[in-house]
């Protein structure tokens, strides 16, 4: 078992976690709006659909790798594609971020549970995520590559709840750090830039 592979997708999860997207904002605009236990009811529904996402990736790619080698080389080389892609996609978007909160319906708790799970299940973006996210950091030669992709999987859940459960509970105070200061924007987009870039590098020569 390579220890340093999961660290580095532990460290990899954790500074995706924290860089700004649909997930998060939505997390921190619920919050605001609703309250810190309703943001956390969205925590709860996007986590459950990662681990659907996790199984169905568990048991697709686990038979590819398999069945056949090269092609399970081929979806790591489209991994670090699709990363480079989505870098370049923060490159040439806005460095602003919004929060408004304006006009938002307030929801009960399961509500924002059941949204956040439907979000994510049917996102399709997830499922070209982890396909292109998780097959590089494989970390066993003996164990089972569908025990990997679970221990993958709660090891992503994990880190991203505490990093998304941390913003619902602090919402009010990096609300008011993302609305009163200029070089925010233009800093996390940067990081995130980064953090896509230096995951497709470890992708495509790991």
């Known amino acids: 078992m390579n220890y340093e592979i999961l660290l580095a997708f532990s ?16 997390v921190l605009i619920q919050s605001i709006t609703n309250g810190r236990k309703f943001g956390l009811a969205v ?9 659907v996402h996790t ?15 090269t092609i399970f080389t081929l979806i ?10 989505l870098a370049i996609s923060v490159y040439r978007g806005g460095n602003s971020i919004s929060i408004e909160t304006e006009n938002k319906q307030v929801k009960s708790i399961s509500s924002l549970f059941r949204q956040g799970f439907i979000m994510n299940v049917l996102n399709p973006k997830v499922t070209i995520f982890f396909l292109a996210f998780f097959p590089g950091f494989l970390f066993s030669d003996s164990i089972s590559t569908i025990i990997q992709f ?14 998304f459960s941390g913003i619902a509970l602090l919402s009010g105070s990096i609300s008011t750090f993302l609305t009163g200061n200029k070089k925010t924007g233009f800093v996390l987009k940067w990081v995130q830039i980064t ?9 495509f020569f790991g």
Do not use: E, Q, R, W
């Not at 460290?11 to 939505?26: H, Q, V």
């Not at 925590?43 to 681990?51: E, K, Q």
């Not at 199984?55 to 080698?69: E, Q």
């Open 76 to 85: 790591k080389i489209f991994g670090a594609v699709y990363l480079v892609y």
């Open 150 to 163: 679970y221990v993958l999987g709660l090891l992503f859940i994990m880190i991203s709840s505490i990093v």
């Open 43 to 51: 925590v709860a529904g996007l986590m459950t659909g990662c681990l």
């Open 11 to 26: 460290m990899a999860t954790f500074a995706l976690a924290l860089s700004p997207g649909p997930d998060n904002i939505f």
């Open 55 to 69: 199984t169905l990736l568990a048991f697709g790619i686990s038979a590819v790798i398999k069945n056949n080698p």
């Open 195 to 203: 953090v896509f870039l230096g995951i497709a590098i470890f992708l």
